[in-house]
T-cell receptor, first 113, second 117 residues
């Protein structure tokens, strides 16, 4: 069975600091997909990024960057120069066959001005 | 492009009452999902539809929960009778498969917050 672990329950930073969110997954599947979603206080889950198991190229999108390391089963997410609007709960998620998403427990990020 | 629509946004009921939630997916999305998110946890899949057929309902408490997607578009999720532990946010998501790139990403609605007293 698949499992996604986000060990950090809450991270508090001051604006402009960098924040790195950890995600570790467990699976026996060779083909799978990893995701990060953001859940602001409004409650809607906002899709941020998708990665497949064959693509270990790291990605940068604006202030967001992702580090996928298959050898350690990790898919970490960094927010550079954090802003107050980044305050939210961030979820790492996994899917293999069937598209059922398995979510981690989430990491609450609080960015203080 | 309109996102996933859900209603109502909030609902308060007493235990043993019934409640129904509605979801309208993004136009053209064949797959629809219902998730339950208990406070402080990640969402958990309740049921997955492909068009109007059920793909996965292994985690749906079928003694009290039911869902349908009769015309393969919008869907309803019902709880009857509700229990205190059903208090949660119920999220609907939809997705489609990109035939060129083989990608499928789920897009979520705003959710329905249910409080059972």
């Amino acid at each position: 069975a698949q499992k996604v672990t986000q060990a950090q329950t809450e991270i508090s930073v001051v604006e402009k600091e960098d924040v790195t969110l950890d995600c570790v997954y467990e699976t026996r599947d060779t083909t799978y997909y990893l995701f990060w979603y953001k859940q602001p206080p409004s409650g809607e889950l906002v899709f941020l990024i998708r990665r497949n198991s064959f693509d270990e190229q790291n990605e940068i999108s604006g202030r967001y960057s992702w580090n996928f390391q298959k050898s350690t089963s990790s898919f970490n997410f960094t927010i550079t120069a954090s802003q107050v609007v980044d305050s939210a709960v961030y979820f790492c998620a996994f899917t293999a066959a069937g598209n059922k998403l398995t979510f981690g427990g989430g990491t609450r990020v609080l960015v203080k001005p | 492009e309109a996102g996933v629509a859900q209603s109502p946004r909030y609902k308060i009921i007493e235990k043993r009452q019934s409640v129904a939630f509605w979801c309208n997916p993004i136009s053209g999305h064949a797959t629809l999902y219902w998730y339950q998110q208990i406070l402080g946890q990640g969402p958990k899949l309740l049921i997955q539809f492909q068009n109007n057929g059920v793909v996965d309902d292994s985690q749906l408490p079928k003694d009290r929960f039911s869902a349908e997607r009769l015309k393969g578009v919008d869907s309803t999720l019902k709880i009857q009778p509700a229990k205190l532990e059903d208090s949660a946010v119920y999220l609907c998501a939809s997705s489609y498969r990109d035939r060129v790139q083989g990608r499928e990403t789920q897009y979520f609605g705003p959710g329905t917050r249910l409080l059972v007293l």
